[in-house]
Antibody, heavy 117, light 110 residues
Framework: QDQLVQSGAEVKKPGASVKVSCKASGYSFTDYQIQWVRQAPGQGLEWMGRINPNTGDTNFAQKFQGRVTLTRDTSINTVYMELSGLTSDDTAVYFC??????????WGQGTLVTVSS | QSVLTQPPSASGTPGQRVIISCSGSSSNIGSNTVNWFQQLPGTAPKLLIYSNNQRPSGVPDRFSGSKPGNSASLAISGLQSEDEADYFCAAWDDSLNGYVFGTGTKVTVL
């Protein structure tokens, strides 16, 4: 069964960085892109960027350029999203989603990142 | 910063048909395919429709999508209580070089 499992909730102080992991199983990890999407409390969905797990190639929404880093470890089928310079506006649930077969076909359970002093 | 516009809410009684619109532009919906997602409270979004009108396996045929021009729509036929959720559209935007999502529509079953 194709699935994505994300790391647990994080609480960070303003100015800090957070790194969220997304482990894939049940399909060929390097064959499909993984997207990152976030959702602030009570708000809609916002695309952050994506990574090709095979090549490591990335592209990002302009809003996050220079502040988000996507990496992967093919030995453990895991993608990482690191967001730096956190502010209270970054408090949100962060989702990874695999494009295995269809765009955004499978989603992780989400990781709540809370930024608070 | 949603680029795609959806009505904030829609409602219907059980068995009715509800249609949700998603308005975009030539750089996104006008030139790329549209995907639709359902999000139940406290859960991750679920892909309902891809490539404008295709359903992944397991999605009931009560859900259908269409894409006339620079807009798209999601129809829910035979509305059921479990359809009460938030619905989002999404498409690639050639100008922004990234995906854009709709503002979201909350469907209520009366």
């Amino acid at each position: 069964q194709d699935q994505l499992v994300q790391s647990g909730a994080e609480v960070k102080k303003p100015g800090a960085s957070v790194k969220v992991s997304c482990k894939a199983s049940g399909y060929s990890f390097t064959d499909y892109q993984i997207q990152w999407v976030r959702q602030a409390p009570g708000q809609g969905l916002e695309w952050m960027g994506r990574i090709n797990p095979n090549t490591g190639d990335t592209n990002f929404a302009q809003k996050f350029q220079g502040r988000v880093t996507l990496t992967r470890d093919t030995s453990i089928n895991t993608v990482y999203m690191e967001l730096s310079g956190l502010t209270s506006d970054d408090t949100a649930v962060y989702f990874c989603a695999s494009s295995a077969g269809f765009p955004f076909a499978y989603w992780g359970q989400g990781t709540l990142v809370t930024v608070s002093s | 910063q949603s680029v795609l516009t959806q009505p904030p809410s829609a409602s219907g009684t059980p068995g009715q048909r509800v249609i949700i619109s998603c308005s975009g532009s030539s750089s996104n919906i006008g030139s790329n395919t549209v995907n639709w997602f359902q999000q139940l409270p406290g859960t991750a979004p679920k892909l309902l429709i891809y490539s404008n009108n295709q359903r992944p396996s397991g999605v009931p045929d009560r859900f259908s999508g269409s894409k006339p021009g620079n807009s798209a729509s999601l129809a829910i036929s035979g509305l059921q209580s479990e359809d009460e959720a938030d619905y989002f559209c999404a498409a690639w935007d050639d100008s922004l070089n990234g995906y854009v999502f709709g503002t979201g529509t909350k469907v209520t079953v009366l």
